[in-house]
């Protein structure tokens, strides 16, 4: 699969119901050293000082350009961008040079503790913590309700970051100049919508808060790029007021949160550092002054130490400092309003260690649950160390910190013929088939299974003519169709001794090291991991990704061989009866589809949780013969097939555009795609309807296409099928394993005697 390929971003944002505000922060940009997982390690400070390399992240623009789409992750928000030639509005103070000196040297100082969690990736932290399930932006909400926000790189003149206190401004609204590559606000945030109207309405509640290592006045050398900081008390939010691009004033919100712990020193504290000095109070120590407006008649606090103004944005004195002409950038909160602490009022219920505990439980599996519901996948944190880490493994969980050891197995419980009878009579009731009329449409029954044929065109522009381009055939097995045979039957394709069945349960028995790998910007802090599970068997199939734990066929386990077999025959069958049909006088593309059939040397096995699928990709790659062919088991499966340029559709409604073709791949069907243009042309993607699935497709690697000498005595070596194995084939229309060019039944290699 071309898999950086235009995978669709798969899942909207979770538990939010705003695309979050603020994207891919700046310094994402800013290099950032992870600290080795031990807690001696030092990180490595992002120096705050402008000539700071820049890693070129892509930016979303970029990503999308590059085609990566397989993450199990988030939309991507739609961004407006300033043009060139808009100057950048924030000019560098003297008080902005001392406070990047202060920063500086705090960078160099050692924290007090250690967090209790921490990640160093931003999908293990949002798999990993249901307060701050977002995987872009920087605050969760749920039901207009916040529930955890992060801090990072996007920081602003006035932003303060204590050991107790933290002031930030509120996302949403700004563009990124693509000149500095910075965001910038260019009009009035509007109050009355996302992120700050999720906050308005909830001062005074607590919200856990997270730190990223890129965040300029972080207090000290943190030891993690991720870390949780711990319950915080939303106390104030106001407006202010700065300048935009333009040099005209626009309006911001402003939010300030305070520890609630109070009388423990805060991990992130300097070490060494007083209490005093570190910014740690107690309410009734300090207090910020307030007055009332007389125009609107309404309090605000002296936030400033330029003195009082009135912080209503809507009057007349909003953000007017006497008769000065205040520059914004110089503007700094007063002492006082630092340092003054809210007497928490802990109603025992509300305990927000209670409510929304730092340190989430582990998953437990209960009788009635299988091991694979959505819950399954995510990630948890350590109970050990406090790394968050993602559910890579199909087994279950082992921490992504180098030193620890900890590892929580969840074998999946079997899944049943029952079950699965269960979610295919329920997808049966919620699938809607589509064809294109363009597409033909044939149909032949062959041993037990209905094939249907689909000739697939290029959908013409009008008045062209309509030329094919390959085919997908569709092998449904018929014991799940109209008509079903009688499950006892020796002669069902799914319940006979050595049928689809039995093939399911020997690849649940069996480990088949089943991973999730990077689908986004891979091994970079953003990094995104794909919603399936997968392993590789034969020829590798990409190099760099999934090719470094490739298994060879000689040690391939028995499912994986026989599928081989099975699929080897789909395959051959396939392009045997689509130039059967293409000869009924349908144009072609000449010498696209050919007609005979290259073997296959590879074979991808995909495992699926609830809820996990496989985005808009196509399998392209020029490495790649014609003929792809897969397997299903398990869970039914929506597979469905989108041109890649809807006539007269802009790119932004492509999610509304209807597939060309859409087929439900139940437990024991095969699916065979031939010709290398469906692939250029379309676009697949497959949404499983259950709880548990495997797909199993295979590919024929070309020999010829790797050009790495070293590469291709691998590809070569790896995609040879042991003799024992290339002695048999699979008669489908038999329904029987023989050997190769007989009618001789062969029992396979490694079935019990
Ligand atoms: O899950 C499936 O059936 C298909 C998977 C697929 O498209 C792929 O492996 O490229
Ligand atoms: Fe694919």
Request: hydrophobic residues 30%; aromatic residues 8%; glycine residues 6%.
């Given at each position: ?6 995978r669709?971003?798969?899942a ?49 623009e ?6 990566n ?51 160093e ?9 249901p ?36 002031i ?11 000149s ?13 919508k ?18 990223g ?24 939010i ?53 007055q009332t ?19 209503h ?23 006082n ?26 998953p ?52 049943t ?32 299974y ?14 062209k ?5 390959g ?9 799940y ?12 394709l ?45 020829a ?6 999934v ?11 028995k499912?994986?061989?026989?599928t ?47 809820n ?9 790659e020029?490495?790649l ?28 409604d ?27 042309y ?58 190769r ?13």
């Amino acid at each position: 699969m071309d898999g950086a390929s235009e995978r669709a971003p798969t899942a909207p944002v979770p538990a939010t119901e705003q695309a979050p505000s603020v994207l891919v922060p700046t310094t994402e940009d800013a290099p950032y050293v992870p600290a080795s997982a031990t807690k001696e390690a030092p990180y490595v400070p992002v120096s705050a000082t402008e000539d700071a390399p820049s890693v070129p992240v892509p930016t979303t623009e970029q990503a999308r350009k590059r085609k990566n789409a397989d993450a199990d992750n988030t939309t991507e928000p739609k961004r407006r961008r300033l043009s060139r030639n808009q100057t950048n509005p924030v000019e560098e103070t003297q008080k902005d040079i001392e406070e990047r000196e202060e920063a500086k040297r705090n960078r160099g100082r050692e924290p007090h503790g250690s967090p209790r969690v921490w990640a160093e990736k931003r999908a293990a932290l949002s798999d990993s913590l249901p307060y701050f399930r977002i995987h872009q932006g920087s605050l969760q909400t749920q039901n207009m309700v916040p529930k955890g926000m992060l801090i990072d790189s996007e920081v602003g003149p006035r932003d303060y970051f204590g050991s107790q206190v933290i002031i930030t401004s509120i996302g949403g609204g700004r563009v990124r100049d693509e000149s500095t590559g910075k965001m910038t606000r260019e009009t009035d945030q509007n109050d009355q919508k996302g992120d700050c109207k999720a906050l308005l309405g909830h001062i005074g509640k607590t919200i856990p808060v997270i730190a990223g290592a890129g965040h300029s006045k972080y207090p000290v050398n943190p030891p993690h790029y991720y870390c949780v900081l711990g319950h915080f008390q939303i106390t104030d939010i106001w407006a202010e007021k700065s300048k935009n691009s333009h040099n005209k004033d626009v309006k911001f919100h402003m939010i300030r949160l305070e520890k609630v712990d109070l009388k423990t020193r805060s991990w992130f504290a300097p070490k060494g550092v007083s209490p005093e000095v570190a910014g740690e109070f107690l309410p009734g120590e300090y207090a910020c002054e307030k007055q009332t407006c007389d125009s609107c008649r309404a309090e605000s606090k002296t936030k400033f130490t330029h003195g009082w103004t009135c912080l209503h944005k809507k009057c007349e004195k909003f953000f007017k400092f006497g008769d000065s002409d205040v520059k914004f950038n110089d503007l700094r909160y007063n002492d006082n309003f630092l340092r003054e602490r809210t007497q928490y009022s802990e109603v025992p219920e509300d305990n927000p260690e209670e409510v929304c505990p730092i340190v989430p439980g582990l998953p437990q599996q209960d009788d009635d649950s299988l091991g694979c519901e959505a819950l399954f996948k995510r990630g948890i944190v350590c109970p050990k160390c406090g790394c968050c880490s993602n559910r890579i493994k199909w087994q279950g969980w082992y921490c992504l910190n180098d030193s620890c050891d900890f590892e929580l197995l969840m074998p999946i419980k079997l899944v049943t013929p029952e079950k699965i009878t269960l979610q295919h009579e329920d997808a049966m009731l919620k699938f809607k088939a589509w064809r294109d009329p363009e597409i033909i449409h044939e149909e032949v029954v062959i041993g037990l299974y209905k094939v249907h044929i689909y000739l697939i065109p290029v959908i013409p522009d009008d008045g062209k003519e309509k030329v094919f381009i390959g085919s997908i055939i569709h092998f449904e097995a018929l014991s799940y169709s109209e008509g079903s045979s009688d499950p006892e039957a020796s002669d069902n394709l799914i319940t006979r001794t050595g049928g689809f069945n039995d093939l399911y349960e020997e690849m649940q028995t069996q480990d088949i090291k089943l991973e999730r790998r990077g689908a986004k910007n891979a091994n970079h802090r953003i990094e995104e991991l794909t919603s399936h599970f997968s392993a590789n068997f034969g020829a590798p199939y990409k190099f760099g990704v999934v090719v470094k734990d490739s298994v060879a066929f000689a040690n391939a386990p028995k499912p994986v061989m026989e599928t081989l077999l099975r699929l080897t025959w789909a395959g051959g069958f396939g392009v045997k009866e689509t130039h059967v049909k293409l000869k009924q006088n349908h144009p072609t593309v000449e010498h696209k589809i050919p007609e005979d059939f290259k073997p296959f040397n590879e074979e991808l096995v995909l495992g699926y949780f609830e809820n996990s699928k496989i985005g808009a990709h196509d399998d392209g790659e020029k490495e790649l013969g014609p003929t792809v062919a897969s397997l299903s088991l398990g869970a039914p499966s929506v597979m469905s097939w989108h041109p890649k340029k809807p006539k007269g559709l802009q790119a932004e409604d492509k999610a509304k555009y209807k597939p060309a073709l859409s087929i439900l791949l139940k437990h024991g069907d095969m699916m065979v795609m031939h010709g290398e243009l469906i692939q250029k042309y379309y676009n697949h993607s497959v949404t499983p309807m259950g709880l548990h699935r495997f797909a199993m497709t295979c590919r024929h690697i070309k020999e010829e296409s790797i050009l790495d000498p070293e590469q291709r005595k691998r590809s070569v070596a790896d995609g040879k099928i042991p003799d024992e194995w290339a002695a048999r084939e699979y008669n489908g229309t038999k329904d029987k394993f023989v050997h190769r060019g007989t009618d001789v039944e062969a029992p396979l290699p490694g079935t019990p005697a």
